[in-house]
């Protein structure tokens, strides 16, 4: 196995196909059910060890899980540290602006998201993981959000979308060069919001309204959802999944407004019509996605649907009984409803266990 | 990675040079208005926490002339009435027959009058109301009669004295046609700012909702800080002189910078420093 030709996600399902391999292994030797010679186990031991090592060199990889819950205990460190790190900046600078002059404001706003761009780039090619780039990536973005605020508070220059839109390109320059998910998160969100607002725009609104309408996310959400298919991926983990929930959410939210308050939507229709329609839209499009997600092995989208698919139902339930069905009766109903769905999933699984036994 | 670094360089150091090249762009040629405003337009921010934020903004307040049948107040409703015809002007749809009373926000060119007609037109309706109260108090010195002089001569007092002298006077889509109709006023102001149609059902008005400026405050810079650094908080319940003016230019954005400030007394600009 050529260590540079896999990607991280493959290289670590290797190491933990190999610790399942053993732990199988030991409990069929146990019980009688093969035993591998000596000769055979040395063999099999050094193959795994070189293996691993040959893995461990290019990759930072959990052998064990102790090394895992290490792992995600550094990446809630990491998340909470750029987060802080963001928070701090920011204040740090309004503590002080305003005892600055104007060159020297200027001056700072534009040096400091590029000091930490290249201190991130180049933390980046040190560390493996890159735990500590991606805090300085997130101060860095910080930086630049600030540095465009900031000058149009100083020089009182009328707001406008386009910030938007730079902090977007910024953001996902940070996410494919540091290989950071919380990067791609903000420039997903920073992007959704520029098309929003200029959607918004067209149709005549002033952009920072654009979520007066909620239809305004729909085109963005469409377009994210379709991004992984063209690009490739392999070797940012996670990137596939944060494209594809967070296009959902931008599709399913404003489904879920609109199925409930139908006067905010572009559609010239009564309010009621527009509910309605928007609920068989939000009903349609949920189900269509746990089908798309069991198909394609998109778990992430099958369970973002399923969630969706059930506030959609619970909504439906609360207006249809909440305001004269006794509240026990109500929520007996919604329990039966959880089971309803629980046997059907069983059954379903079961059919799929059943096919999987035969093949 | 050095890919990266260029690309980050040129969004950073581009993008910077396109709002800085705006900023000059805007401050370049003629301004489109010039004022002096004092702290009765220009206040302190109502929370002014100099302890987290050590950056000053001054709040622009502007008032709409009260209605014919209204009295007089610092605060106004914010809101004019408008033709059907004006509505469609200024690019917005009369409302149809499904009357869903929903409209978007749009922004348009408001034209603000600086200490004016409508200005004089306020004082001599709240001098009116104050001299019709002393009347009805001189000719029966009750108590209901001796409040409402009380408060219509604080009133009066803050009409002199504190209250803003900045009015709405106009709303147009289009700048060139506001400017050419207050080309030969010089105390004429013209800015962007938001606003939303409403349709009154029962009386069947349709009224402009005049919701914010674009540009609602305007920094001050470092040079000026020891200025308000000695001024405390406006007591909004007194009433009391100004204690600043600020001399103010509007560029081909519209958008305002601050020349100098006067405290009361002593000049100081930014050239003589």
């Known amino acids: 196995m050529d260590a540079k030709q896999v990607s991280q996600l493959e290289a670590q399902a290797r190491v933990d196909q190999i610790q399942s391999f053993k732990k199988e292994l030991n409990t069929l030797q146990s019980e009688d059910v093969i035993q591998l010679t000596q000769t055979q186990k040395l063999k099999l031991n050094d193959y795994h060890s070189a293996l691993q090592k040959k893995l461990s060199s290019h990759y930072e990889i959990d052998i064990c899980i102790e090394s895992k819950q290490l792992t995600w205990g550094m990446k809630i460190a990491s998340l909470f540290g750029a987060l802080t790190m963001a928070a701090s900046i920011f204040f740090l600078f309004y503590q002080f602006w305003g005892l600055i002059g104007t060159f020297t404001q200027v001056s700072l706003l534009i040096c400091a998201p590029i000091l930490l761009l290249l201190i991130s780039l180049y933390l980046t090619q040190q560390e493996k993981h890159a735990y500590f780039s991606k805090i300085a990536a997130f101060a860095s973005l910080s930086c630049f959000v600030l540095n465009l605020s900031m000058l149009g508070q100083i020089f009182n220059i009328t707001p406008s979308p386009n910030a938007f839109v730079i902090w977007a390109a910024f953001s996902f320059l940070l996410a494919y060069a540091c290989n950071a998910k919380l990067m791609l998160f903000f420039a997903l969100v920073s992007i959704s919001c520029f098309i929003s607002m200029k959607l918004g725009t067209f149709s005549g609104m002033y952009w920072i309204n654009f979520g007066e309408r909620p239809e305004n996310f729909f085109i963005p959400g469409l377009i994210i959802f379709l991004l992984p298919q063209f690009i490739t991926h392999k070797n940012y983990l996670g990137f596939e999944v944060i494209y594809r929930v967070m296009a959902m959410i931008s599709v399913f939210i404003p489904i879920l407004i609109l199925s409930n308050w139908g006067r905010v939507s572009y559609l010239n229709w009564s309010s009621g019509m527009v509910e309605g329609f928007y609920q068989i839209i939000g009903f349609g499009l949920s189900i269509s996605a746990i089908f798309l997600g069991i198909k394609r092995h998109w778990h992430h989208v099958t369970h973002t649907a399923n969630v969706f698919f059930i506030l959609f139902l619970y909504t439906k339930f609360f207006d249809w009984w909440w305001q004269w069905m006794p509240k026990y009766i109500f929520f007996f109903i919604l329990a039966l409803s959880s089971l309803l769905v629980l046997i059907i999933f069983k059954r379903l699984r079961l059919t799929k266990v059943n096919v999987g036994a035969v093949l | ?273």
């Open chain 2, 1 to 273: 990675m050095k890919k990266y670094l260029l690309i980050g360089l040129f969004i950073i150091l581009t993008t910077n040079m396109i709002v800085l090249a705006g900023v000059v762009f805007n401050r370049s040629g003629e301004p489109s208005s010039e004022l002096t405003l004092t702290e009765r337009e220009l206040s302190f921010p109502y929370s002014y926490d100099k302890g987290e934020n050590s950056g000053i903004s001054l709040n622009l307040h502007w008032r709409t002339p009260s209605k014919k049948n209204e009295d007089s107040y610092a605060y106004s409703s914010k809101e004019i009435e408008i033709s059907q015809s004006k509505l469609v002007e200024l690019g917005f749809e009369p409302f149809n027959s499904e009357n869903k009373f929903w409209s978007e926000s749009q922004t348009l060119f408001w034209a603000l009058e600086f200490d004016g007609n409508l200005y004089e037109s306020e004082l001599r309706k709240v001098q009116l109301n104050y001299q019709t109260a002393l009347k009805e108090y001189e000719s029966l010195s009750n108590k209901p009669n001796k409040h409402k002089k009380e408060k219509l001569k604080t009133r009066l007092d803050r009409e002199k004295i504190s209250n803003s002298r900045l009015f709405f006077v106009d709303v147009a889509a289009d700048y060139e046609a506001l400017a050419s109709q207050f080309s030969d006023q010089k105390n004429i102001l013209i800015v962007k700012g938001l606003t939303k149609p409403y349709f009154n059902k029962k009386t069947k008005q349709y009224s402009l909702l005049l919701r914010q400026l674009v540009i609602k405050k305007i920094m001050i810079s470092v040079e000026y800080a020891n200025i308000f650094n000695s001024l405390s908080q406006k007591d909004w319940s007194g009433i009391k002189e100004p204690r600043y003016k600020v001399d103010l230019k509007w560029g081909k954005r519209l958008e305002p910078w601050v020349l100098s400030i006067n405290k009361m007394g002593k000049h100081i600009s930014e050239n003589q420093k």
